[in-house]
């Protein structure tokens, strides 16, 4: 299966990574490689199969609403870009 | 003191021989002269091994130590281990020092084990050569023109060559057994849901799971023991009654039935690794075992089933890397949108963007039952042959990789020459069941070569006895390469 170069820019900016004109060619050839090897599925058929999607059959636990960590903020925004008064900055978003 | 046994060693501590500041002393030592070879490890942290090392003989002389106080192993790249750098072999993370510890990490701590440093891995655990890190390439201790394996390429490397007496690895599609077997060491991928992913970087969740490498099976079991356990922060860890993983070591093997899958010794696998996994085979048969013919027919689908539901999971998982809480955030932006491409284009490597884009497409509107639900069908298949072969056998085996370790930049540019390596590990992640790999001989290159070793669920203590017992037979487990 071949992609084409709008499909890789599509996927490119659904998935918010940037790819110059030059990445999105050789990504291409590289995608439609994978494509093809996935392709291989489609020739089973699998009508009335349920679709497994864990290798274990678990009902999700439930538990109480209560806090159970302490305030952490300081350690875990130690390693942030950028911090001011205890906020993630980004650009602006609302002009 | 390098090959002994982690038996051998707590011994040793116990009787005072040594002492684990001395112990981890001498591992320092040896990462530090080999690793700028093998690169191995990406973070080595002497201060903090030592101080872990002095606490743990503290508790030697208390008498409170258990059979890991005062080892040192070494941890992958993938286990958040607080206060250390953990980066996940990415750019995206090589400045993430993490402010808590994974549940496995806490495990180690707690049994008085010594964190000796961070072992180098495929990015973000994607690979299965160790050449996407992005701390560059880890070397094969047998011949350093090869590959280690991947994804944990470094734990594999750093034990075959003996710098740490143990490791941790994380096995998604193979990347435990396959490095495992490229270096010449054992490791297991227990039952899915056994080690908790707590602190575990995720990958693809559904089949991402944690597990020990070791020089042999024996040992594997102590370390087993201080990994498997219940832990509520992951919402797939299994509530079991704990089990001693060492109960069944010295079994005889006598009326062990071994099935091989006709699948796995077909086209492909390379005849010097075929030799080396029948002879193995004939052991087992001297040992007691008999052969049963089983059949995994969809063998051959498992690799287009991982490549769509891995991506799949992985692009939503790293979606998280955004620039905005934590780790790397690209100077060049105008806006937020380009904030997160430009972080997420220059923090990932190429192989990363790939599955995130292939996972992104798979998922997307129009696609989702072509590919995403076509391949939960087929991975219903693939646990269903699995099922049926163990109503006429203990154990499967066969080969855990179809050739030997290859060469540094052998399968150049084409991902899925990469993939096509992983043929006969993906299917057990598929279907949860836990599988292992022993050194059992060497390739015509000299290269390691692994049998592969798979349980039904929850069978862990059997293939470590099955393991244990080839390895009393056997010497291959304690042959060291000549780094």
């Known amino acids: 299966m071949s992609i084409s170069l709008s499909d890789v820019k599509r996927i490119a900016s659904l998935s918010r990574i940037a790819v110059s004109d030059a990445e999105a060619e050789a990504t291409r050839a590289q995608l439609s490689g994978i494509f093809s090897l996935i392709e291989e599925m489609q020739a089973v058929d699998t009508a009335g199969i349920t679709p497994m999607s864990h290798a274990q059959e678990i009902v999700l636990r439930m538990r109480s609403d209560t806090v159970t960590e302490a305030d952490l903020h300081e350690a875990f925004q130690k390693g942030a870009p950028q911090v001011e008064a205890a906020l993630y900055l980004v650009p602006k978003v609302i002009e | 003191m390098f090959n002994s046994s982690l038996k051998a060693l707590s011994a040793q501590l116990a009787d005072r021989k040594i002492s684990s500041v001395e112990l981890t002393g001498e591992f320092l030592k040896r990462v530090d002269a080999l690793n700028p070879v093998l690169n191995a490890f990406i973070t080595v942290d002497p201060e903090a091994s030592l101080a872990q090392a002095r606490i743990a003989d503290a508790m030697i002389a208390s008498g409170r130590a258990g059979p890991l106080t005062g080892i040192p192993v070494a941890q992958k790249d993938i286990f958040c281990a607080k206060d250390w750098l953990t980066t996940c072999g990415s750019k995206m993370l090589s400045n993430f020092v993490s402010p808590y510890d994974a549940h496995v990490i806490e495990r180690f701590n707690a049994a008085g084990a010594v964190n000796l440093g961070k072992t180098n891995m495929d990015e973000f655990a994607m690979g299965s050569s160790n050449e996407t890190s992005f701390f560059g390439p880890v070397k094969n201790p047998w011949d350093i023109k090869a590959v280690p394996g991947g994804s944990s390429g470094g734990s594999a490397a750093a034990v075959a060559a003996r710098m740490a007496p143990a490791a941790t690895g994380t096995d998604t599609g ?66 079991r009654q704990p089990e001693n993983y060492a109960k069944d070591l010295e079994r005889p093997l006598a009326g062990l039935r071994i099935g091989i899958p006709a699948e796995y010794f ?37 690799i287009p089933v991982y490549y769509v539901l891995a991506p799949a999971e992985a692009s939503s998982n790293l979606s998280r890397y955004d620039g905005v809480r934590y780790g790397y955030r690209s100077a060049n932006y105008k806006d937020l949108a380009e904030m997160y491409e430009n972080s997420r284009a220059e923090g990932f490597g190429a192989e990363v963007k790939r599955r995130i884009m292939v996972g992104t497409y798979v998922l997307s509107h129009g696609y989702y039952d072509a590919y995403y639900m076509q391949a939960q069908k087929l991975r219903r298949l693939i646990a269903a042959d699995f099922a049926g072969s163990f109503e006429k056998c203990d154990v499967i085996m066969g080969p855990t990789s179809p050739s030997t370790a290859f060469d540094l930049g052998e399968k150049g540019d084409d991902p899925v020459q990469m993939y096509l390596s992983d043929i006969y590990t993906i299917a057990v992640n598929l279907a949860g069941l836990p599988g292992m790999s022993i050194p059992v001989g060497f390739g015509d290159n000299g290269r390691p070569v692994g049998l592969q070793i798979i349980g039904n669920y929850f069978s862990e203590a059997k293939m470590l006895n099955v393991a244990h017992q080839y390895q009393k037979a056997t010497d291959w487990h304690s042959r060291m390469p000549n780094i």
């Open chain 2, 266 to 302: 077909a086209e492909g696998l390379s005849l010097d690794v075929e030799k080396a996994v029948q002879a193995a085979i004939s052991e087992y048969q001297k040992l007691g075992a008999t052969i049963v013919e089983v059949s995994l027919p969809n063998t051959r689908l498992s």
């Open chain 2, 174 to 239: 193979g990347s435990i057994r396959q490095p495992a077997a490229l270096c010449g060491i054992s490791g297991i991928k227990p039952t899915y849901g056994l080690v908790s992913r707590y602190g575990m970087i995720a990958f693809a969740s559904s089949l991402d799971q944690g597990g020990p490498m070791a020089k042999s099976a024996e040992d594997l079991a102590i370390l087993l023991n201080a990994m498997v356990g219940f832990d509520g922060r992951d919402s797939t860890s299994l509530e």
